[in-house]
C-alpha cells in the first residue's frame, strides 16, 4: 500500500514501545489522525524533531483500510514557533488549542479552514498577539466549524432584534434579547466594548486589539466551549484561571 503525503500539525503522542511513538496530528486533508511512528523514539530517525507538540509537518502515511493505527514513515518540520518556548501564556494557549482540535473534532473528518486558523493562530502569537486574543479568536473558528457558529446579529432563542442590554447564553451560543432570558441559563452580561468585538470577528472584518481583555467576553466563549464539549476543557484553568 502506498503511502501518502499531508500537511499536519502534531496534537498529541504517547510513547508506544522502547523505541516507537503513537502521534496525533490535526491534519489539512484528512483531519485528526492516529499514526504509529516506528523508530519514532530514536535520536537519529526519518522523524527528526516533527514531534514536538504544535509542530507543523509534512507526513507520509500509510492508511490502514481498517481497524488499526495508521503507520507513519517519514516527517519533515516545516514550522515551528519559538514563542512557545519562551512565554508561558502563549504556550497554555497552544496547549488550549491542541485539547479543542483533540476533543471536538473526529477522526478522518477533515477542517481544512480549521486547520488553516490554527496554524493562522499560532502565527499571530509569534508575532506578539495577546495570548487571550488568540484564544478567543480559535474558539469562534472552532465553534463555527463545528455547527455553533455564535448568533450575534439577533436573539439565538426567537430571532427577535436585541435591544438595551447585551446578554450571552453558553446553551444557546449567542445572545438573547430581553424576553428569552428565561430561556437563557447562565447567560453573561456582555459590555458594549465585548459586544462590539465579537460582532466585527462575526462578520469578517478587523475587530482589532483590546487593551485589556474583557472578562465577560472570556466567560462567555469558554462558557460556550464548555457546553459544546459537554465538559470544562482542562486547559481553560491555566488560560483564564481558575473557575
Known amino acids: 500500500m502506498a503511502a501518502e503525503a499531508a500537511i499536519g500539525l502534531v496534537i498529541g503522542g504517547s510513547d508506544w514501545s522502547e523505541s516507537s511513538r503513537i502521534v496525533t496530528l490535526f491534519t489539512r486533508e484528512w483531519g485528526k489522525v492516529r499514526a504509529l511512528a516506528k523508530g519514532g523514539r530514536r535520536l537519529r530517525s ?24 495508521d503507520l507513519l514513515t517519514e516527517a519533515r518540520v516545516e ?11 502563549a504556550l497554555y494557549v497552544g496547549y488550549y488549542m491542541a485539547e ?10 477533515p477542517h481544512p479552514a480549521l486547520f488553516d486558523r490554527a496554524v493562522a ?5 509569534e508575532q506578539g498577539m495577546a495570548p487571550l486574543q488568540v484564544a478567543s479568536e480559535f474558539e469562534l473558528a472552532w465553534l463555527a466549524e463545528l455547527g455553533y457558529r ?14 438595551g442590554e447585551v446578554l450571552w447564553s453558553p446553551s444557546a451560543a449567542g445572545m438573547v434579547c430581553r ?26 472584518q478587523p475587530a482589532g486589539n483590546l487593551t485589556s481583555w474583557p472578562a465577560d467576553l472570556r466567560a462567555a466563549l469558554s462558557l460556550t ?13 491555566y488560560v ?4
Not at 47 to 56: K, N, Q, S
Open 225 to 237: 466551549v464548555t457546553h459544546v464539549l459537554g465538559r470544562r476543557p482542562k486547559m481553560l484553568r
Open 121 to 125: 493562530q499560532l502565527r499571530a502569537l
Open 79 to 89: 514550522e515551528r514557533f519559538s514563542v512557545l518556548r519562551r512565554r508561558l501564556a
Open 46 to 69: 526519518n522523524f527528526e524533531i516533527a514531534f514536538d507538540l504544535l509542530t507543523v509537518c509534512r507526513v507520509m502515511v500509510i492508511r490502514k483500510s481498517q481497524s488499526g493505527l
Open 179 to 204: 424576553h428569552c432570558r428565561a430561556e437563557a441559563r447562565g447567560a453573561v452580561r456582555l459590555t458594549s466594548a465585548s459586544w462590539q468585538w465579537l460582532q466585527a470577528q462575526s462578520s469578517g
Open 240 to 243: 483564564d484561571g481558575p473557575s
Open 100 to 109: 479543542l482540535l483533540t476533543e471536538g473534532t473526529q477522526e478522518y473528518d
Open 150 to 163: 455564535p448568533r450575534v446579529d439577533a436573539c439565538a432563542v426567537c430571532g427577535g432584534r436585541a435591544e
